[in-house]
């Protein structure tokens, strides 16, 4: 009984001590839309502290033909494989224009034990490339990134790869896109890149610019001219999709993304999301299909936790708690994942993990740190 | 005294009204706007030292940064900000006790300071009066337009209690409200 009573005490206490250090910083909601749909637009800005103290920023290697930022954490399984990978990469390439850049995303407030972790395995990987530390994950934040280990390649200024996670076929392709960035023939025929137009992205970067203000009818003609300029930019439609939704216009978001199919048939955010929201419509046997095909692919981490979701709404608990484990490990700030695992939660009568799972979400939503 | 004298006495002295009248307003004035000098200077000084107080707080030395706050106290006693700064700090360092007496300045001195009435929540939850903590809580709700932390903590009271399904409901209203732009 009195062990009971020092271990709520403690609990309360730990829950206590993590909300006193809050810091509340709002950040945009549509951070999971734009992941993996933003080639050609500007890279956001950083400067971060290397482990010395030091601070470096990509503005510094703008004479580099490429800046690869790769955003790891010591406790992703994949990402000391990753690691190791681009030091080999580097070591070749470094003098041929392309620049590595690490950033560590292990926590939100980095400790000093997170620290030691972290120079521990620079040390044994034997990493020469810049290391930072994103103190609060701001970085990570703007880059919108979804799964750790995750890529991305910065030149002349924009984003022209991104990669989430280390999927076989994927990580090849990207090495292959590096090769030919450095001026060496590629292991295969590269297939012609798709680009944006640039009068696309401006406008929906003007509309996502009104969303944020919450001037939503003025974001939805701007929307609609990025798409109207450019039928193949599929973070349009997927923004545009998204608004509709934050306003209740399901039907209309579902139509959007059923028109992004038709101009990219295989892309796996746009039956991601449009999986999602056949789910939350209840039609599941049609939502699971698309939604394990878009898995499949295994580029776009969202579509583990809309599947595992949709898993949980048929009844499949098992299968559902094992696809959302998968989508914690691929990346453990997403608050999505949390708010629907605790909703599957909840519909199974399982308040106490419910419970739990919505506390997380609203930590990370809140930018509650310990 | 005809109306013709009064006038006349009234324009006899008034050079001399007048000028001791724009003499009292003078001082007035200049006495008015040095106390406004010098309690905008006291409240600049308190901010400053809040401000240095806080970045220390975030930075992790919490017994520095509850020294600069109570100096911050010191320097303006009528700044209900530095006592709820202070509270905070007070409660992250484990004494919940001179943490809810900073916060109850905080709400003599404002009784709508939207986050002291958390703080006091957060200062009984950890001394473990969940119930208390309660009360608390759902009184800063009252106070608060943007209550979605509030909501957290009395989510954690929630759990506290073992009372899952009203912290399902505290920590999804918690959501709701953020997203709603109430945070």
Known sequence: MRHNLEKVKTFAMQAVLAVVGAVIIFFASTATARALLQMGAPAPEFSLKDLDGKDVNPAQFSANKGVVVLFWATWSSNSPKALRKFEAFYRKYKERGIQ????????????????????????????????????????????????????????????SYELAGLPLVGTEDMFDFLLALAGDPPRKKPEPEYMPRHDAIADAGLARGFVKKKRYGTAYPLFRKAIEKDPRFILAYVELARLCETEGKNAEAEDVLKKALLAAPENVVAQSELGYLMTKAGRLKDAIDLLDKAAKVDSYPPSHYYLAYAFGVSGQLKEALNAFDQAVSLNPYEPEIYLLRAEVYEKNNMLKESSADYRKALELILKIKG | MKTGERRYIRSQSSPGAAFALLVL???????????????????????????????????????????????????????????????????????????????????????????????????????????????????????????????????????????????????????????????
Do not use: C, W
């Open chain 2, 25 to 183: 307003i003078l001082n007035f004035f200049l006495l008015t706007s040095f106390d406004a000098y010098a309690e905008q200077d006291v409240r600049g000084k308190a901010e400053s030292l809040l401000k240095d107080a806080t970045a220390l707080f975030e930075e992790g030395s919490t017994d520095k940064a509850i020294g600069l706050a109570g100096e911050a106290v010191k320097a303006d006693p009528g700044y209900s900000e530095s006592y709820d700064r202070l509270g905070y700090m007070l409660l992250k360092a484990g004494k919940n006790d001179e943490a809810i007496n900073a916060f109850e300045a905080a709400l003599k001195i404002n009784p709508q300071h939207r986050t002291s009435k958390t703080g006091k929540g957060l200062a009984l939850l950890q001394k473990g009066d969940a119930t208390g903590a309660e009360v608390v809580l759902k009184d800063a709700l009252l106070l608060n337009p943007y209550p979605s932390m509030t909501h957290y903590a009395l989510g954690l009271v929630y759990e506290k209690m073992n009372n899952y399904e009203q912290a399902v409901l505290q920590f999804k209203e918690g959501i709701r409200t953020f997203k709603s732009g109430k945070r």
């Open chain 1, 100 to 159: 590595v850049i690490g950033i560590n995303a292990d926590n939100q407030a980095i400790s000093s034990g997170d620290l030691e972790k972290v120079k521990k395995l620079a040390q044994e990987l034997d990493i020469t490339f810049p290391l930072l530390l994103d103190k609060g994950l701001k970085t990570f934040h703007d880059f919108s990134i979804i799964a750790l280990p995750s890529t991305i390649v910065i030149s002349e200024g924009k984003i």
